[in-house]
């Protein structure tokens, strides 16, 4: 047999025995994810905003004060850290948050939660000790938002953009628990 063929088919073969490897003792990277990843945009003139996070189920669990520590800062989702991602400045409930993208935080309660927009990128969203990996010296929004109880059970956790007001808002639901974030863009003055 030709000796470049042979290296081939051995590279080839030692390739497949590492992803098999992998997917057997790390991540099984055939299968589908228990939290899928998801991205959520809204678009209006210029305005182009967008969110990337992780989606997790109930799958018959408390989520808020179990699953979800109250006081804790969560990850906002499951797996990598959720992002945030603006085309323009933008004012969230009064503080200045310019053009860029930022990781989304939050510390559920319930009556409110705190709501972080930290301009630090990060790898995944928590550490080797389940810990959220964000760093507060990095946090350019920190604000509270009233917690809106539903009447329905949201099984897989959901980010949202609405709008029917006239004002736009980043909404969050899962469970029977909603929280919306007010947005206000900037508008350059002439």
Known sequence: MNYFLKRLLI??????????????????????????QDSVSFQMNDLKLEVKYNRPSKREREVFGALVPYNDVWR???????????????????????????TLWTVPNEEHWQVFFNNKMYPWGVNEAMEAMREPQFDIVDIH??????DNEVEQFTIGFDNTTGNIFITMAWDTT???????VLKLTQ
């Open 145 to 150: 938002v009233p917690v809106s109880h539903l």
């Open 11 to 36: 590279g080839l073969f030692l390739i497949a025995v590492g992803l098999f490897c992998y997917s057997y003792f790390v991540e099984n990277i055939f299968s589908q994810r228990l939290s899928p």
């Open 178 to 184: 909603k929280i919306a974030i007010p947005i206000e």
């Open 76 to 102: 906002t989702g499951a797996n990598e850290a959720t992002i945030f991602i603006t085309n323009q400045d933008l004012m969230i409930d009064g503080i200045f948050l310019p053009q860029g993208s930022y």
